[in-house]
């Protein structure tokens, strides 16, 4: 039996890892070939791993350590939680104080009259829940026909069989028979990518419009739901048009579709506010959230109704629910990290200071020449790296080839920053100071400097012809 720990070497970790642990998205041969990174422990923004480098981390986990690493009252809040109650459920006409304190500050918080939770692991699950409250509620309202959702290609909603089938991404979709009948999806608002000869502001109506013509080709009597994360994250964290979420708004309302606005990445201070949708402006019926609100500390997730939907859905039996839904120990860890970001003024700080000075740094980058546009909200932003910033234009190579020589650099260079396509991405945790800014920028511009030569060096640098 082995007894691995923290002192066993490294390449045995390594070996032991490709022969029993399969990981997430990942080519395991692949993965196996070159060896897991195996970190070790954290602090604030810094990882170490078992090899003794310290690593920024720019990504906050998977853009949820949003207090950053080694909080205390956050281990404390989930020992007290395990001593007194480790678990119950919430099924059976019984309930416990985290759930109850958890929702009745989630209430609060949330904006407009979103004031009912319904309580989930992850984000993955939160949407599936999403998935059958919007078409119970419209059978329950005696319109059994409204259950189409429509999405966006490129979507991120997770990768369980409904969430992944709300999502967007084709990748997702090839494997297992996916997506689901009744979804629909429609461009996202990549306006870099996509964009064309439009302005910004004409390509985001352009593409809010295609809501509308889907929900006339569908018919509007058969659409229970229009689905988008108010900033698109794992797409490559593209911000839309200021033009775009005016419009999307206008069309729901015209045309009576509920708007789910998922907040696993935008919520709990991502964006500069408490969620995402105060950002960009909109009035969600339902909000997925997850990540941020623990920090990552725990896993949970949830549904946040407004009014109008927790009263049609209370009225019936809703048959759907997780062992975990409202775990103990992950609403008193949430609970915590809720007051944290609060008495410690984090999302205030986002919004007022660290966001203006991160976005200000993070846009300078554009002055390297592998760098096309640069798009910052609060603390989520992606540059787009072209062979030729004047047309737009994308690298010959498959997509992904440049983004991947260049996350190498920056993982070389004891900084993680992720690879969306040929877009590189940021999403630090929000407690970043300014000097640690200063050191993500340098860190990322040596990196794009060696991704540059090696480019260079392999006759990379050409762009694709445009069709
Ligand atoms: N929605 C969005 C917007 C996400 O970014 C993610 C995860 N990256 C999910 C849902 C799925 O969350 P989870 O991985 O917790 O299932």
């Known amino acids: 039996m082995p007894n691995l720990s923290t002192n066993t070497p490294t390449a045995e970790l390594q070996a032991a890892d490709a022969a029993h642990h399969m990981h997430p998205f990942t080519h395991a041969a692949g993965l196996a070939k070159k060896g897991a990174r195996i970190i070790t422990r954290a602090e604030g923004v810094w990882l170490n791993d078992s090899e003794g480098h310290r690593i920024l981390d720019g990504m906050a986990g998977l853009w949820c350590v949003n207090v950053g690493y080694g909080r205390e009252t956050l281990v ?91 999502g967007g991404m084709k990748g ?50 058969n659409v229970a739901a229009f689905i988008a994360e108010p900033v698109q994250g794992a797409g490559g964290v593209i911000v839309p048009p200021d033009t775009y979420w005016p419009e999307i708004q206008r069309i729901v309302d015209q045309y009576g579709i509920l708007l789910i606005a998922d907040e696993v990445i935008c919520g709990f201070g991502r964006t500069g506010n408490w969620f995402g949708s105060q950002t960009m402006g909109i009035r969600p019926d339902i909000m997925t959230v997850a990540k941020g609100l623990s920090s990552g500390y725990q896993p949970i997730g949830g549904s946040i109704l407004s009014d109008k939907v927790a009263e049609v859905i209370g009225n019936c039996e809703f048959n759907h629910g997780y062992t975990y839904s409202g775990h103990p120990v992950a609403c008193a860890v949430a609970l915590e990290n809720l007051r944290i970001l609060d008495d410690e003024g984090i999302v205030t700080r986002v919004r007022e200071e660290t966001g203006p000075y991160l976005k200000e740094k993070f846009e300078s980058l554009t002055e390297h020449p592998l760098v096309g546009e640069a798009k910052i909200v609060g603390m989520m932003g992606s540059i787009a790296l072209t062979p030729d910033k004047a047309s737009r234009a994308a690298f010959e190579a498959e997509a992904g080839t440049v983004g991947y020589i260049t996350r190498e650099r920056c993982f070389a260079n004891n900084l993680i920053m992720r690879h969306v396509g040929d877009r590189m991405i940021i999403s630090p945790p929000l407690v970043i100071s300014k000097d640690e800014i200063d050191e993500l920028i340098k860190r990322a511009w040596q990196s794009l400097d060696e991704a540059h030569v090696k480019l260079k060096d392999e006759g990379l640098m050409k762009a694709a012809v445009r069709n």
């Open 172 to 221: 997702i979709h090839a494997q297992g028979g996916m997506p689901i009948p009744g979804i629909a999806y429609i461009d996202q608002p990549n306006w870099w990518s996509e964009g064309g000869d439009l302005s910004p502001e004409e390509f985001g109506l352009e593409r809010a419009r295609q809501l509308e013509a889907k929900i006339l080709e569908l018919g509007p009597e």
């Open 76 to 166: 404390e809040a989930a020992a007290k939680q395990m001593r007194e109650l480790p678990f119950y459920n919430t099924f059976f006409q019984t309930s416990h104080v985290p759930a109850i304190a958890l929702a009745e500050r989630l209430a609060q918080l949330a904006p407009g009259d979103l004031n009912h939770v319904f309580y989930s692991c992850s984000g993955s699950e939160a949407n599936d829940t999403n998935l059958r409250l919007v078409r119970t509620y419209w059978a329950e309202k005696g319109q059994p026909d409204k259950q189409w959702i429509i999405s966006r290609w490129n979507a991120y909603h997770g990768s369980s069989v409904g969430s992944g089938s709300l």
